[in-house]
């Protein structure tokens, strides 16, 4: 059955009926049909400050039929390309923060973009990015900026991104979320016992009822609730439970960890997280899966993952050039 009543805070707003759901679902597949796609997140660059031998600036590139970057660090067009992910595809580019490290790519990138001639490229960034951008003197035609803030920012098909404010440092900075369409199918399992003919389909499809033998079976017996699934993005922060109650039922969250516990104190003071800490919000969340990145070159790897394992079991320590697949979930 479709859920209903009220949702807990955080969670997907369900508050629509089956009915209302079919007809939202029907208007929308008028013009553009709901396509089942792939979603994933590749890490292009997971270090944090400066780069290693094996770890870039860092950059994830969202993919959804559109490619998106979020942050977009020194050495993301090379990796990109390392990566066999056209540069070309970039739709839009959300800059977390105007902390070197997190946007000295995307000059780079807007100019390839340009002089390839491919469409324009919109720019989400706090503020003060248009002033940096004017220095630069790239050609206008190439970018437009897009002052990043809280809230639902860009919308493609199918999908929306949207920012929250995060905590780091004194600097504007945000985090952002990657959210799927939630959407309604006829669950064929539940009319194959039914025993739906064709005809079955064609009323219930248009009339939002049809009857087998003496009995009247309603759309909301045969809907199951697709889920769209949901990828978040801390940026840099501080540890935060705020971004618990954002990140709430989460397929993917994707948090900084710059440090391990031994280096608990320098975290706070320079507005970050340890791996712990973002273990402990994803565990908060019940997200499904972590993924930290970000890391200090002072910390080990084993170190980030076992401290983060201790309290949220599904981690990955992300790698340069690591993918995600975030897969479709039936929600009945
Ligand atoms: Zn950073
Ligand atoms: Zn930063």
Redo the contacts with the bound molecule.
């Keep these: 059955m479709v859920p209903r009543g009220k949702p807990k805070r955080g969670q997907a707003r369900l508050v629509k009926t089956p009915r209302e759901f079919l007809a939202e679902t029907v208007e929308r597949n008028k013009t553009k049909p709901f396509r089942n796609k792939h979603l994933s997140a590749t890490f292009l660059g997971t270090a944090?400050?400066t780069p290693t031998r094996k770890r870039g600036m860092?950059s994830i590139a969202i993919k959804y039929d559109d490619l998106l970057l979020w942050d977009c660090g020194e050495g993301c067009q090379m990796e990109m390309m390392r990566r066999r992910i056209g540069s070309g595809s970039v739709k839009a580019v959300f800059l977390t923060h105007l902390?070197l490290?997190?946007f000295l790519g995307v000059f780079g990138l807007v100019k390839t973009l340009g002089m390839a001639r491919q469409r324009r490229i919109d720019i989400f960034a706090p503020d003060r990015f248009r002033k940096i951008m004017d220095a630069m003197e790239i050609d206008p035609s190439f970018f437009s900026t897009k002052e990043m803030e809280v809230g639902k920012l860009y919308s493609g098909d199918q999908y929306d991104v949207s920012a929250f404010r995060v905590k780091h440092r004194n600097i504007d900075s945000f985090g952002l979320v990657f959210k799927e369409q939630e959407r309604t199918r006829i669950d064929t399992e539940k009319t194959g016992a039914l025993g739906f003919s064709q005809q079955n389909y064609v009323d219930i499809s248009t009339q939002g009822e049809t009857i087998i033998g003496e009995k009247k079976i309603g759309i909301e017996e045969v809907l199951v609730c697709v889920k769209g699934r949901k990828i978040i993005y801390s940026g840099?922060t501080v540890y935060d439970e705020r971004i618990a109650q954002i990140a709430e039922g989460a397929d993917l969250l994707i948090h900084e960890a710059t440090y391990t516990e031994e280096f608990a104190d320098l975290a706070a003071k320079n507005g970050h997280s340890t791996a712990r800490q973002a273990a402990e919000i994803a565990r908060m969340a019940g997200a499904k899966k972590l993924v930290l990145t970000?890391f200090s070159r002072m910390c080990s790897n084993d170190v980030l993952e076992r401290e983060a394992k201790e309290l949220f079991e599904n981690t990955l320590i992300a790698k340069d050039g690591m993918k995600v697949e975030v897969k479709q979930e039936k929600w009945a």
Aim: aromatic share 0%.
């Design positions: 944090s400050a860092p902390h490290d997190h840099d970000h």
